[in-house]
Nanobody, 124 residues
Framework: QVQLLESGGGSVESGGSLRLSCVAS??????LAWFRQAPGQGREAVAT???????KRAESVKGRFTVSQDNARTTLFLQMNSLQPEDTGMYYC????????????????????WGQGTQVTVSS
């Protein structure tokens, strides 16, 4: 029902920046979030937006990553600055229908729709 298309990944050196985009079709009535997964590791919530538009970010990315959404609410962005090798992984956009819980979940089990992912590689 919801299609998610990620873009913006690539390879950068430590300290570099990347901007990821997730286009959701449709986005109305859905909550969107960014997750990432490093090789041999579990899926980790990176950032999402609460219903009031305020960000919820993993502690490891605070001060470096910024999550935002366009006015039409069709695209979720993740501005990634001061990238470190530890940020390397596959980044996924995820979505679920808004419910009593509302938006802002960092639990992967909450999300029912997933994009194919975009690879981010940060070299030392």
């Amino acid at each position: 029902q919801v299609q998610l298309l990620e873009s913006g990944g690539g390879s950068v050196e430590s300290g570099g920046s990347l901007r990821l985009s997730c286009v959701a079709s449709p986005s109305s009535g859905n909550c969107l979030a960014w997750f990432r997964q490093a090789p041999g590791q579990g899926r980790e919530a990176v950032a999402t937006l609460y219903d009031d538009g305020s960000p919820k970010r993993a502690e490891s990315v605070k001060g470096r990553f910024t999550v935002s959404q366009d006015n039409a609410r069709t695209t979720l962005f993740l501005q990634m600055n001061s990238l470190q090798p530890e940020d390397t992984g596959m980044y996924y956009c995820a979505a679920y229908s808004r419910s009593l819980r509302g938006c802002g979940s960092h639990q992967s089990a909450s999300y029912t729709y997933w994009g194919q992912g975009t690879q981010v590689t940060v070299s030392s």
